[in-house]
């Protein structure tokens, strides 16, 4: 049994090991005024789901045969096989982590079922964009995305006598590209790992970073299409204390960021340097890959 969970635990230490390398290339490859925001916003999604997703695991099971070369980490095999002996050490630290992931999975249960309540209250209907459902609600949210799996565009009644007819649709197409991206499903599996990887400060970095690229990556796309002023002045109107159609608590909070952005002169996205942030991220996340499986394909042998 002890041999077991120190194979385990030897396991997960290795695999956040190289994670936590991929997530730190990823934070300064993104820190680099280079390339677009779009690009960006990928490779935080890659870097959130390679927290979690085993790939070391499968390669080790598929290609074991073809790994003689790979090596344990003797270090973290000590440590798993002493913390797996240690039965009081053990079982601090499993309920520790249990009770951070049972508030964090609460407290998403609580969000999805408030923003489930706040969607289905005080709907109108409305129209269709690009074959988009786009909906009214009076409840006094600004333009969002609602639904997971099959999403919608709200906006709050009213919105057409603040907002003129090209400051709307520029608003509508940010949120478009939320929609047809399926935005709200990847921040829901984001939060999921989140839930489970609630003790490590990299995982909660990577969360901010995709808020901030997810905002700026839809303006990419109103800016491609020369609304970009436009969107300016509708953020400036909707972001007005005075005016009650606010933003979203998690668009407002980047808006400055937003808008020295969108003011900027105009530029053409610089595709070579999209190009060389992908080509550096994904050598980094091949190395982070193949770093776990060299020390994870062995078999561990703990000690009798």
Not at 24 to 38: D, V
Request: with cysteine; hydrophobic share 50%; aromatic share 8%.
């Amino acid at each position: 049994m002890h041999v077991q969970v120190a194979r385990v635990l030897y396991y997960f230490e290795v695999h956040l090991l190289y994670a936590t390398m991929v997530g730190l290339a990823a934070w300064a490859l993104t820190s680099i005024r280079l390339g677009s925001a779009t690009t960006k916003y990928w490779i935080w999604v890659a870097t959130a789901l390679n927290f979690i997703a085993p790939l070391g695991a499968i390669l080790d099971k598929l290609g074991m045969k073809y790994l003689s070369w790979a090596k344990p980490l003797n270090v973290m095999g000590e440590l798993g096989f002493r913390i797996a002996q240690n039965v009081p050490v053990a079982t601090m630290i499993g309920t520790v982590w249990l009770l951070g992931a049972s508030l964090m999975s609460a407290r998403l249960w609580l969000r999805l079922r408030a923003e489930g309540s706040g969607v289905r209250a005080d709907r109108t209907p409305g129209f269709l964009v690009h074959g988009m459902p786009v909906r009214f609600q009076a409840s006094g949210r600004g333009p969002a995305v609602d639904g997971v799996l099959r999403p919608q565009i709200s906006l709050p009644t009213g919105i057409e006598r603040v907002l003129s007819e090209r400051e709307l649709n520029a608003v509508i197409l940010h949120e478009l590209t939320h929609a047809r991206r399926r935005d709200n499903l990847i921040r829901l599996v984001y939060e999921l790992v989140l839930s489970v990887l609630w003790f490590h400060p990299l995982v909660w970095v990577a969360g901010s970073q995709l808020s901030l690229y997810r905002e700026l990556s839809c303006d990419e796309s109103v800016i491609q299409r020369a609304q970009g002023r436009e969107l300016v002045s509708a953020l400036a109107k909707l972001a007005a204390p005075r005016e009650p159609l606010l933003l979203q608590a998690t668009a407002s909070s980047f808006i400055s960021h937003r808008l020295a952005r969108l003011a900027a002169r105009p530029q053409r996205l610089s595709r070579v340097g999209s190009a060389l942030l992908i080509a550096a991220f994904g050598a980094a996340l091949t190395g982070g890959v193949l770093g776990t499986v060299a020390h994870t394909a062995c078999c561990f042998v703990a000690r009798n």
